[in-house]
């Protein structure tokens, strides 16, 4: 796609005249959607889980590029679904997005910048830089600020470090993770199932030091 005509700086431009609401810092975000996250973050363990257990019927030597990718993001919206059925919405293009409490969350593997693996158009740069419109969909307020729930990937195939993160004017402004909320003690946070070989492994921020490498 030719982006000639979305340059920084007419980006910027419009992006002074239509933004949306805007998040200034994680507390705002976690005043606003607490409940949320803690179902969001369990969620997320919760498909690990189930990838986990149901990739190893497909051996690697027949998995396709990207399907391990596609594969996740399919039972982390199924997980996503369970909770928030009637929230998880479908836009353009097959576009997961969850809808609550006046956010618009996306969700996404990160780079190491903590920036979202997208290929750049016209929609994921009006996205990063928070412009107003229905970018989505009819049901969502043009208006609503956008959030990533994001996580990691290392060179080892290991998922790691889950989070919220911020993007405006096409940068990571601020991020949230696992040990700025209260977590209930008795959750499926708390349970690392064994990993069987060739497949992702998570470990939880909230049991788990990160080891030296």
Known sequence: MNLKNNSPAKVDNFSRINKRKR????????????????????????????????????????????MEASFFNSKLMQCIGCVFESELKCGKYGRRFLYKNGYIMLFKKLDSKGMPM????????????????????????????????GYTKTRFGEL???????????????????SMLEIPAQSSLDIVPPQPTGVVSVKSALKIKKKVE
């Open 23 to 66: 998040v200034i810092n994680p507390k705002e975000c976690q005043l606003d959607m607490k409940d949320v996250l803690v179902e969001v973050f369990k969620a997320y363990h919760s498909a690990v889980k189930m990838f986990n257990e149901e990739i190893v019927n497909t051996p690697v030597q027949y998995r396709t590029r990207g």
């Open 160 to 178: 790691r470090n889950p989070r919220v993160v911020y993007i405006d004017e096409g940068k990571k402004r601020w991020e949230l993770d696992e």
């Open 118 to 149: 997208n290929i750049k158009t016209k929609l994921s740069l009006s996205i990063e830089n928070q412009l107003q419109g229905n970018l989505f969909n009819e049901e969502e307020d043009g208006s609503s600020p956008i959030i990533f729930f």
